[in-house]
């Protein structure tokens, strides 16, 4: 009735088949039920004993409900251990105290591209980038974390591929199969991608003892002096029965339990003596033994008193089993959890374990530092409470999958909100822990991936900045593969400046296009010779161009390449040809120039100061000896003007860069000479200076006062005459008009008529004289035309025409004597234009300058007469106010055609250079 009822059947079985005779396990496993229902697992060893002349079965039951429950937890223990250190993405290392590899995960397979069995026995020296780590610094490191000082350090490693790339190592103190070991864990951190997490299944860790070793029954007096051993304790022991029967306890013994062992009695015997005698009857124990050998083992000693019919313990009998195995298993699963315990507290990851509901089961003190809660906030609480909405779908689906058994491992990204309330990227990677065949919860490691996160998105942006400045630079860039000397990427300036197609570039030899030189003479693989703005020739489809050229290696996604970049200087030398040509130039006119030259420099406030150089002219001009001369500023050698002058001519300078004015030039001997200068901003060697050329104006001087005198003279001469001819005019036609009045004679009357008409012209010629004598006597001015305009009108009789005046306010630089053209385009309209009813005078301005234009509704000039309509003697019955327009225009540098369309009206019009006229009255 004690069995359990599934094991019922089988005790029965072998209890039945071993009375039988026939060969059964003398041991075996079964549950029993106590007297509160209560389940135990025990071990029953039967043997057959003779009872009653009948064969019958004596069992010894032991209790191993314990035993059984360690080895469920080491089971669950182990598995735990081996799925996290599946799960773990991170490159793992179990190194022994000489630095030679025990073990690695999956990690460092991935990392590296090399089985497993590369790594096995070797130090990390081999993974190790030639050239790139301090080999001697690492065996430091590493001598400092197997004392105890945790590492952490940057290491460069190289792929089975070749690649060389750099990874973050973490050095740590760990036990390992009873051993002191030295844990590494590496994070690649070249692209921060995500890394295997999945460890290289650890090879059996543990290796038992064989189960169903056969227990050793013994019985002993009070003294706890062996009166009986079964034969199987030769086999544990090396002892034989015999032997074991002339042992004392403490030569069986180590000097600890045999201790142990006499206070257990001791407590026995006062016990007794109390009158507890079912006291501490059974005792379990744990002993240690010493074999023959002289070797020693653990082993469960089951002790209870020998009493015949309830009276005094005449002895013991016990059960001695050997659990050095069960020890070992204890102690495998306190390293195994202690593993995971140092693994879970040094992992720079969250672990987590959660239910099929999403609530948190557990999960590790790094979550602090991750997302600022503590350990017991989360337990307990759904993750979906801390998940952005999407997310929330996205674990919920992931969830479900495990619950499901469709997917049983996943790595996903997630926002996940902070104790801040700010929500972060995380990396997850979970997958589903089974117990007794089913799913039992989930596993989970999360990663903060925010900083990988910001590094994708500064790399996307570095990479799209590159990318702009590769392909908008000026700066021609050639990538080309050093060994092959192939082209392997142009920017789109290289193919310009190449004149070919980049996709007939790209591939080809670069001594094709980018060198002149043969293949295996290259200047830099082959020669070694080092090329930093430098220069060198392109060959292009239009022949060669020079170019400055820089060369340096590069290394693109883990290959090595050279980068060429170069700016063509065609031109540049070219240029400078010219300008060493220009300055030769320069400096031969300097030496031979029939006028004074000098070269000034410019002060801080970019004005000129003082001379640095002068011609022969200049110390001639000057009457100084070029010493002297070289010390003075521009106004000690010129005739100082007024103040405001002068600032008037340097701010032209300044403003203009150039300047034109007439001063005097104060020689040795204190004479001034007129000159003319020319002064404007000049280059020379990269260098700016004032030049300026002063010529000699003294004769031109004394010539145009020459002039001007005749001219005065001529002026005078001329008004006599005029005003002679003048009075001798009026005084004929005042006799033409008294001799109307005395001749009756019809034919006279005509002559007289006809004389009239010719004095009259000889009198309307005299006027245009006057006018033209005026011309070019007074100096030319700023005139405001609509004022001018206006004026005429006021004295003009227009009668019927209406005047249309729109020129805003232009103003004209030109000769007084220009309101005679207006007056006379007005009276050829009142005298041709017959119908005319409206005078219109506009402007419009040009590139060319400024359009002035007279036009009229009245019937126009025909087309044939335009070609000599400023011509002498056209025009007008006197032939000259048209002529008199045209010259007096052109002495201010002013033109006038006729463009009107005969029957509509004539359209003059004035061009008036840039220059000579403004709107407004602005300087």
């Known amino acids: 009735e004690l069995v359990h009822p599934d094991d019922k059947a089988a005790a029965f079985d072998r209890h039945m088949r071993r009375l039988r005779g026939e060969a059964v396990d003398p041991l075996a496993e079964l549950r029993i039920f106590d007297s509160a229902g209560t389940m135990h697992w025990i071990e029953i060893n039967a043997v057959i004993v003779p009872w009653d002349g009948k064969p019958a079965t004596l069992n010894f039951a032991t209790n191993i409900t314990e035993r059984k429950k360690t080895d469920d937890a080491l089971f669950e223990s ?25 073990q690695v995960n999956d990690g460092v397979v991935a990392m590296y591209g090399y089985p497993k069995e590369f790594f096995i026995g070797k130090t990390p020296v081999v993974l190790s980038a030639r050239g790139c780590n301090d080999l001697k610094e690492l065996t430091r490191r590493m001598e400092l974390a197997f004392d105890g000082e945790p590492q952490s350090f940057e290491f460069w490693g190289k792929r089975s591929s070749g690649e060389v790339f750099p990874n973050e190592v973490r050095l740590y103190k760990g036990f390992y199969f009873g051993k002191d070991v030295l844990i590494a864990v590496a994070t690649d951190i070249t692209e921060r991608k995500r890394a295997e997490k999945a460890l290289r299944e650890s090879e059996h860790h543990y290796h038992l003892l064989a189960d169903n070793v056969s227990d050793v029954i013994w019985t002993a007096d009070r003294e706890m002096q062996l009166t009986y051993i079964s034969p199987s304790v030769t086999s544990l022991t090396g002892y034989t029965p015999e032997e074991c029967l002339n042992l004392r306890p403490d030569q069986s013994l180590t000097p600890e339990s045999f201790q142990k062992l006499v206070q257990t009695r001791t407590d026995n015997i006062t016990a007794l003596e109390r009158g507890l005698p079912e006291f501490l009857s059974p005792q379990v124990l744990e002993l240690e033994y010493v074999r023959k050998d002289g070797s020693t083992f653990w082993a469960e000693v089951v002790i209870s008193l020998i009493r015949i019919n309830g009276g005094e313990p005449q002895g013991v009998i016990g059960v001695t089993r050997d659990i050095t195995e069960r020890r070992r298993v204890l102690e495998a699963l306190a390293e195994s959890e202690e593993k995971f315990r140092e693994l879970v507290e040094h992992s720079t990851d969250v672990i987590y374990t959660s239910d099929f509901a999403g609530v948190l089961t557990s999960i590790s003190p790094v979550v602090h530092r991750l997302l600022g809660y503590s350990p017991d906030e989360l337990v307990g609480k759904n993750i979906s409470d801390y998940l952005s909405a999407e997310s929330v779908e996205t674990v919920t689906a992931e969830i479900k999958k495990k619950r499901e058994q469709t997917r049983t491992e996943a790595l996903y990204e997630v926002q996940i909100r902070g104790h801040d309330g700010e929500y972060k990227p995380i990396e997850v990677n979970s997958r589903v822990r089974m117990r007794e065949g089913r799913p039992f919860d989930i596993l989970g490691i999360a990663r903060d991936i925010s900083e990988r996160k910001q590094t994708e998105e500064a790399l996307r942006n570095s990479e799209n900045y590159l990318k702009t400045i590769f392909n908008t630079i000026q700066t021609g860039l050639v990538i080309i593969n050093p060994e092959t000397h192939m082209i392997v990427d142009i920017n789109p300036a290289a193919g310009r400046m190449i004149g070919e197609p980049r996709e007939k570039i790209i591939g080809s030899v670069c001594h094709q296009y980018i060198c002149p030189t043969e293949a295996g003479n290259c200047p830099v693989t082959d020669l070694g010779q080092s090329i930093d703005n430098a220069e060198r020739t392109l060959m292009t489809v239009n022949g060669p161009r020079s170019i400055l050229k820089t060369v340096i290696p590069a290394q693109l996604s883990g290959k090595h390449y050279l980068l060429e970049s170069f700016i063509d200087i065609t031109d540049r030398k070219q240029a400078e040809e010219k300008l060493f040509e220009s300055e030769e130039k320069f400096h031969l006119i300097f030496r031979n120039s029939n006028d ?10 970019g004005m000129p100061g003082r001379i640095v150089d002068a011609n022969e002219m200049a110390l001639l001009q000057t009457g100084q000896e070029k010493e002297g001369l070289l010390k003075k500023t521009f106004l000690e ?3 100082p003007e007024n103040p405001q002058k002068s600032r008037a001519i340097m701010m032209e300078l300044l403003t203009r860069g150039q300047v034109r004015f007439e001063t005097d030039v104060l020689r040795k001997d204190g004479i001034k000479l007129p000159v003319e200068v020319s002064a404007q901003f000049a280059k020379l060697n990269q260098k700016t200076y004032v030049i300026a050329v002063s010529r000699d104006i003294s004769r031109r001087k004394r010539e145009d006062r020459a002039l001007r005198i005749a001219n005065q003279k001529l002026q005078l001469m001329n008004i006599v005459a005029w005003h002679d001819i003048q009075n001798k005019v009026t005084g004929l036609r005042g006799y033409v008009e008294l001799s109307k009045d005395l001749v009756t004679d019809e034919t006279m009357k005509r002559f007289i008529r006809s004389e009239e008409e010719v004095l009259k012209v000889i009198h309307q010629q005299l006027q245009y004289t006057k006018e033209y004598q005026e011309m070019g006597i007074h100096p030319q001015e700023w005139i405001n035309l609509n004022r001018m305009l206006r004026m005429i009108l006021s004295l003009a009789e227009t009668g019927s025409i209406r005047v249309v005046i729109d020129v805003g306010d232009l103003e004209i630089f030109c000769d007084p004597v220009i309101s005679k053209v207006f007056s006379h385009l007005i009276d050829n309209t009142k005298t041709h234009g017959e119908r005319a009813t409206c005078i219109q005078i506009s402007c419009s301005e040009s590139a060319d300058g ?12 025909p087309d044939e007469q335009k070609k000599e309509l400023f011509l002498r003697n056209v025009g007008t019955p006197s032939g000259f106010s048209l002529f008199f327009i045209h010259d007096l225009l052109e002495v201010s540098e002013m033109t006038i055609t006729e463009n009107g369309i005969f029957g509509k009206g004539v359209r003059f019009e004035i061009g008036i250079p840039r220059g000579i006229y403004r709107f407004g009255k602005k300087e």
Do not use: C
């Open 637 to 639: 050698v010129h005739s």
């Open 78 to 102: 182990e598995k735990s251990y081996h799925g996290l250190f599946n799960s773990v993405r991170e490159a793992i290392f179990i190194q022994d105290p000489e630095g030679k590899i025990l």
């Open 850 to 861: 400024l359009t002035l234009v007279y036009e009229d509704d009245g019937v126009g000039i």
């Open 596 to 605: 004074a030259i000098y070269l000034f420099e410019i002060t801080p406030a």
